[in-house]
């Protein structure tokens, strides 16, 4: 049965400034682990993209693009600045945009969640390490002085710019999951005593002025998003009454769409963990994990909202849709392993997906290696490679090829 005709999921929407998306449906980040050594775009890039754009996705948002090569993320981010390979990124934007689709860049810093074996020094709004374990694989940050927080603004908005040379039909700016822009935002983790710390205001500076700086070069008619934390589940962190503040003062700037996830490295809301998705029935008949923060947010500002995390069904998605809630669905691991989920979602109005969080047994090796994470880079590698998904996949196999690119990159590190 088609139901492309009547499916909100299939109905186009379109953004205040004019950009038309030909449906609801989006692909949220997800790393993807693909670049080159020189981190510019590869083909498997290209043929994973093309695949997405080919089976009815409405807007794709690409894994981290970082605005600095000497502050990394993960081992093979995707770099756009001035000594970027703009062809390469050119054919990547060409696989995305195929019919019709449109792709985004996702502009991000990594702040203190570098691995210690590609920064010795991390940069952060304090010099606050880690918790939870991780400052054993974190270095602690540096604080950013003032000239270099500018610097740190402007390689935001010169990456943008490039992104719009180089095809992208959009920029979104990385606000959440404990990256630089979530660690100015957190009082936690910002605990400076300038402009840039202290009260609300001063934490929400730093994206807001990266925003501005954006915006007066990419103009008024390219799309500008932001991911942003519903919270960070942390005590002390930052808060849903601190986010609502932050969406408001975005809103007021003109943003153009706000996507909402949660959670940080120390606490990964992001991946399901710590979430309450098993409790009342009702929340998890609605599938998505932070719904309820929508429809808390749809109250206070009329900016176009993206809701990503949980969502399975085209059930759960229409609904959500029909709830006026949310404006678009994000979807990001189903993807990983079902390509094809948007024209299903769209043409099948019984279809679902079930899911599980892959898992070798052992909590401590799962965590160690970020296997919510690094299973699924696995599976975009493999469509990357031309291959078919492996749903089932023994997680041993993806924590061997992890361990094994890491081992060699650390080498070559402390080589150099």
């Not at 270099?148 to 710019?161: D, P």
């Not at 070069?217 to 919270?231: E, H, M, W, Y």
């Given at each position: ?141 540096r604080a950013l002085t ?131 998705q098993p409790g009342k ?65 769209i043409n099948d109005p ?67």
């Amino acid at each position: 049965m088609n139901q492309s005709v009547t499916a909100r999921a299939g109905a186009p929407f379109t953004l205040a400034n004019g950009a038309v998306l030909k449906n609801r449906l989006a692909k949220s980040a997800m790393s993807e682990q693909l670049a080159d050594g020189r981190q510019d775009p590869t083909a498997r890039l290209e043929r994973l993209y093309r695949v997405w754009a080919e089976n009815e996705i409405g807007l794709l948002i690409s894994g981290n693009i970082m605005v600095d090569r000497e502050h990394l993320g993960e081992v093979k981010n995707v770099v756009l600045d001035e000594r970027s390979d703009l062809d390469a990124f050119r054919r990547w934007t060409d696989a995305g945009r195929a019919d019709g689709t449109h792709f985004w860049a996702q502009l991000n810093h990594p702040g203190k969640q570098t691995p210690k074996f590609l920064t010795r020094e991390p940069v952060a709004p304090s010099a606050i390490a880690l918790g939870g374990g991780l400052e054993q694989t974190f270095n602690t940050p540096r604080a950013l002085t003032d000239a270099e927080i500018l610097a740190v603004i402007g390689k935001f908005a010169r990456s943008a710019l490039l992104a719009r040379e180089v095809g992208f039909t959009g920029v979104q700016i990385h606000g959440a999951h404990g990256y630089l822009v979530s660690q100015f935002l957190s009082p936690l983790h910002n605990q400076r005593t300038d402009r840039w710390g202290g009260a609300l205001e001063n934490r929400l500076r730093f994206v807001v002025e990266t925003y501005r700086a954006i915006r007066a070069l990419v103009g008024a008619d390219f799309p500008v998003g932001i991911k942003l934390n519903s919270a960070d589940f942390q005590k002390g962190g930052f808060s849903e009454a601190d986010s609502m503040e932050v969406v408001q003062a975005l809103a007021r700037e003109g943003v153009d769409l706000i996507e909402i996830s949660g959670g940080t490295y120390e606490s990964p809301a992001m991946v399901g963990a710590g979430l309450p998705q098993p409790g009342k029935a009702s929340t998890r008949q609605r599938e998505a994990y932070f719904l309820a923060y929508a429809e808390k947010v749809r109250k206070l500002v009329a900016t176009p909202l993206m809701v990503t995390g949980g969502f399975r069904s085209s059930a759960g998605v229409e609904a959500a849709l029909a709830g006026g809630a949310t404006d678009l669905i994000g979807l990001a691991r189903p993807l990983a392993v079902a390509p094809a989920m948007a024209s299903r979602l769209i043409n099948d109005p019984g279809y679902r997906i079930e899911m599980s969080m892959p898992t070798t047994g052992s909590k401590l090796v799962d965590q160690m290696t970020f296997l919510a994470i690094t299973w699924y880079e696995y599976q975009l590698a493999r469509i990357g490679d031309g291959k078919q998904p492996l749903p089932r996949m023994n997680a041993w196999r993806s924590v061997l090829s992890t361990l094994w690119g890491l081992g060699m990159k650390g080498l070559a590190k402390r080589r150099a």
